[in-house]
């Protein structure tokens, strides 16, 4: 075992922990983490009156555009929410929550809200300063810009 461990190896360590945990939690509604990031969004613009397009879904959860045709498609299949076409743009797709999907994301979304309180108690807990930074930090790196893909050649 490493005695210095790089930050990315860390990263990737709490990832996979905190990603297992979350499988976890959501396993109980039929969710994967993917579909969960879609409704949640979802549930979140539609409580502002929005209803978003699948783009808007991609960009606002950071998937994948063709990913996110493939989870609207399969979350709907699952009767959890409704597409539809977007009369001002014909190539567009907008996305509406069903009752059943939004009675499923405040179940789950309660459940994973209780999951994140319990990853961060040895931080001192949600609203410690300790995880204001660790958050902070987490926003510096998710920000920053892509370096070059190192398998190419420049």
């Known amino acids: 075992m490493k005695k ?25 509604f039929g969710l994967t983490q993917a579909q969960f990031s879609v409704l949640a969004t979802l549930y979140g613009v539609s409580q502002d009156g ?14 994948d555009p063709v990913f996110v045709s493939k989870l609207v498609r ?11 076409s977007d009369p001002a743009d014909s190539r567009a797709v907008r996305v509406t929550l069903t009752d059943a999907g939004a009675e ?16 961060a108690e040895p931080l001192g807990g949600p609203d410690s300063e300790r995880t204001r930074e660790f958050v902070a ?9 892509s370096p070059p893909d190192p398998g190419r050649n420049p």
């Open 137 to 145: 930090t987490l926003t510096v790196l998710l920000d920053a810009p």
């Open 4 to 28: 210095n461990p790089t930050a990315g190896y860390l990263v990737w360590r709490l990832s996979t922990k905190w990603g297992a945990l979350l499988d976890r939690t959501l396993a109980p």
């Open 50 to 63: 929005g209803q978003p397009s699948q783009r808007e879904l991609s960009d606002h959860t950071g998937l």
């Open 74 to 84: 399969t979350l709907e299949g699952n009767g959890l929410l409704r597409r539809t």
């Open 104 to 119: 499923v994301i405040l179940a789950a979304g309660e459940r994973v809200m209780t999951l994140q309180q319990q990853l």
